[in-house]
């Protein structure tokens, strides 16, 4: 069973991605498509989730070795980056900064427990160090996952239309703003404007994950600890 959901779930995936290049409607996207049918197939053939994710499981195990190789382009311009080593850091850490805050202040206003606090506050980095930090925080590494991936697709899908709006033109700026809203997918999608953004993006998504493993250890249970209704 294992081989055959690995293989449905590349076939669908490749349609999503075939539909979504003929018709460019924004339903069709590969990251929003994909998931649906994904769905609808477990439902109609009764398969659990719980069973898909064991039976398709090495898809997930490639995330690691896939972050990874995102290390090559970073190597092949360290030139570059050294150049803009400055920008990038505080880039990236207030990135970081606003995730943290922004998810921690409207769950708290939502009035949402702690386990599911902790759960959604690593949720803007990628997922294999994700994990870990909501393992170390106290949350819940299912639910992380689940929030990593609707961050990454929403990054992936809205982000191409902010940096149009926004009239962004430099590539450090669009590999940035990808690579740490939207981690990996982000990078994918990076890779479609250029080499460079592309660097800067795998640059933030790493970047990105480092410095919240150090915010996991200190920041994030000070926050735990803090009523925001204090603040009214």
């Known amino acids: 069973m294992m081989i055959i959901f690995t293989i449905l779930t590349f076939l669908i995936y490749l349609f999503s991605k075939k539909a979504y290049t003929k018709w460019s409607l924004f339903f069709f996207h590969p990251l929003l498509l994909a998931p649906v049918l994904l769905i609808i197939l477990i439902s109609v053939t009764h398969v659990s989730a719980d069973q898909y994710l064991v039976d398709s499981k090495w898809l997930t195990h490639l995330l690691g070795p896939a972050t990874v190789a995102f290390a090559v382009p970073i190597y092949k311009n360290l030139s570059i ?18 995730a943290i805050f922004s998810t921690f202040g409207l769950s708290k206003l939502l009035h949402l427990n702690t386990d599911f606090i902790n759960s959604i506050l690593p949720r803007s980095i990628t997922t294999p160090i994700a994990i870990e930090v909501s393992k170390e925080i106290g949350g819940l590494p299912t639910l992380t996952t689940v929030f990593v991936i609707l961050t990454g697709i929403i990054g992936g899908v809205v982000g191409p239309s902010v940096i149009k709006g926004l009239s962004i033109k430099t590539p450090i700026a669009k590999g940035l703003a990808l690579g740490m809203g939207a981690h990996g997918v982000g990078t994918n999608k990076a890779i479609e404007y250029g080499r460079q953004e592309a660097t800067f993006s795998s640059l933030a998504m790493i970047f990105a994950a480092l410095i919240t493993l150090i915010w996991g250890a200190f920041l994030i249970p000070t926050l735990m600890n803090f009523n925001i209704h204090h603040i009214f």
Request: aromatic share 6%; net charge positive.
């Open 81 to 98: 980056i050294k150049k803009y080593v400055g920008t990038i850091i505080i880039s990236i850490t207030s990135g970081t900064l606003v």
